[in-house]
């Protein structure tokens, strides 16, 4: 939900695009590698590559299998996805008063700016490794806090599957910090 609301982006779409990005990446093929498009294109036009590669209707279809398909995502976020951005204007606005529209502006800009930019070409460009991978992924202090430990990105290419992203002591993972108080109040489980 969170995901429709502040990019307009269905599950199946992202999730095929993550999944071809750790299928190719780095190579040719990767739909948002910096040393494929550029450091300084995935940083500030990130969110365009997406898009571009949400086009591609065979690359959905293939590597979207077994993301959420059930009603909500059929009959709401596929079909309407922009009425997702414009419910999250609408709650700043109630939240916020006509400040909302700037609240909203700049949601609009941060989400993609840090979730498709600063994660993906950050992430690929500087940094440190805790292990090593087929790709020049790389983990970036302190600024994984800012993304819900998302920075932590060479260990995310070391195991993906895993949703504990902090490997060492000193790496903070606030994603895994919020999933475990989730999963303590019965919100969230793991597979």
Same mark, same amino acid.
Request: aromatic fraction near 10%.
């Given at each position: +939900? $969170? =995901? $429709?609301?502040?990019?307009? +982006?269905?599950?199946?779409e992202w999730v095929a695009i993550h999944r071809k990005h750790h299928n190719k990446t780095d190579v040719e093929g990767d739909p948002h590698s910096p040393h494929i498009f550029g450091f300084f294109t995935v940083l500030f036009k990130g969110v365009m590559l997406y898009v571009e590669a949400?086009?591609?209707? %065979? =690359?959905?279809?293939?590597?979207?299998?077994?993301?959420?398909n059930d009603w909500i995502e059929q009959k709401l976020y596929t079909p309407y996805p922009w009425v997702g951005v414009m419910i999250m204007m609408? !709650?700043? #606005? #109630? =939240?916020?008063g006509w400040w909302g529209f700037l609240v909203?502006? !700049?949601q +609009?800009? $941060?989400i993609p700016f840090w979730a498709a930019g600063v994660v %993906?070409? !950050?992430?690929?460009w500087f940094g440190y490794r805790n292990g090593e991978t087929k790709d020049k992924s790389k983990n970036v202090l302190p600024w994984d806090i800012i993304v819900g430990g998302e920075l932590l990105h060479n260990n995310h290419h070391l195991d993906?599957?895993?949703a504990k992203l902090s490997k060492r002591w000193f790496e903070l993972d606030m994603g895994w910090i919020w999933l475990s108080f989730f999963r303590l109040v019965r919100l969230a489980k793991l597979r």
């Open positions: +939900m $969170w =995901l $429709w609301l502040t990019t307009g +982006m269905n599950t199946k949400a086009k591609d209707k %065979n =690359l959905i279809t293939n590597l979207g299998i077994g993301a959420p609408l !709650i700043d #606005v #109630v =939240l916020f909203w502006g !700049i +609009m800009i $941060w %993906n070409g !950050i992430g690929h993906p599957a895993n």
